[in-house]
């Protein structure tokens, strides 16, 4: 059980261009979704929160205007990176926690992550 | 808000040796303390954690232990295995927060068979 996927598990887009990352919880409802960027041999930053019909919490120094995060349901969350430029080439990983009152509340699971190059 | 440190940065331990990584914390209302396996390219992966209300936790051959008035938590591994070899991380978080995750720098461990 708690199964999280990300689609697609690798992209190459042209500066300037967009991208749409897909986070969902495959055999649970997520309450709380993140998303965390990582560089190669640095850890993972978070970089926003996002819960179920209402708007994503950045960290500071995410811009919110270039990191759009939309959470439509409890199974999926998306972060579409606008405008993308070379510097936004990372592994991006999404995490989700369990709506479930009971049990590991505090778990994140965690998505296979993204590898995103810009060029 | 919640500064994780973790130290070593990287680790190398002869096979069937135990490694050691510590990490401190600086929220005192931090109450979950989960330790991270990541494989390069890989999600990391959960493989052990502690709530606050507990010192010490096994599971086979992995340990943490937690050390709240001094706000330091760390992960033994005994009998290292040359599939150990992996980057770990550890992280704090708090109910309150959404139990959003501060990882730590994180630790290269490599097991010399």
């Known amino acids: 059980g708690a199964v999280v996927s990300q689609h697609p598990s690798w992209v190459i887009c042209k500066s300037g261009t967009s991208v749409k990352i897909e986070c969902r919880s495959l055999d649970f409802q997520a309450t709380t979704m993140f998303w965390y960027r990582q560089f190669p041999k640095q850890s993972l930053m978070l970089m926003a929160t996002s819960n179920e019909g209402s708007k994503a919490t950045y960290e500071q120094g995410v811009e919110k205007d270039k990191f759009l995060i939309n959470h439509a349901s409890l199974t999926l969350s998306t972060l579409t990176v606008t405008s993308a430029h070379p510097e936004d080439s990372s592994f991006y990983i999404c995490s989700a926690r369990s709506s479930s009152t009971s049990g590991r509340a505090y778990e994140q699971y965690f998505g296979p992550g993204t590898r995103l190059t810009v060029t | ?113």
């Not at chain 2, 190398?12 to 494989?39: H, L, R």
């Not at chain 2, 938590?73 to 708090?94: G, K, W």
Request: glycine share 6%; hydrophobic share 30%.
């Open chain 2, 1 to 113: 808000g919640e500064n994780v440190e973790q130290h070593p940065s990287t680790l190398s331990v002869q096979e069937g040796d135990s490694a050691v990584i510590k990490c401190t914390y600086s929220d005192s209302a931090s109450n979950y303390f989960p330790w991270y396996k990541q494989e390069l390219g890989k999600r990391p992966q959960l493989i052990i954690d502690i709530r606050s209300n507990v010192g010490e936790k096994k599971d086979q051959r992995i340990a943490v232990t937690l050390n709240k008035t001094a706000k330091h938590f760390s992960l033994h591994i005994t009998e290292t295995q040359p599939e150990d070899s992996a980057v770990y991380f550890c992280a704090a978080s708090i109910r309150s927060n959404d139990y959003k995750l501060s990882f730590g720098a994180g630790t290269t461990v490599t097991v010399r068979a």
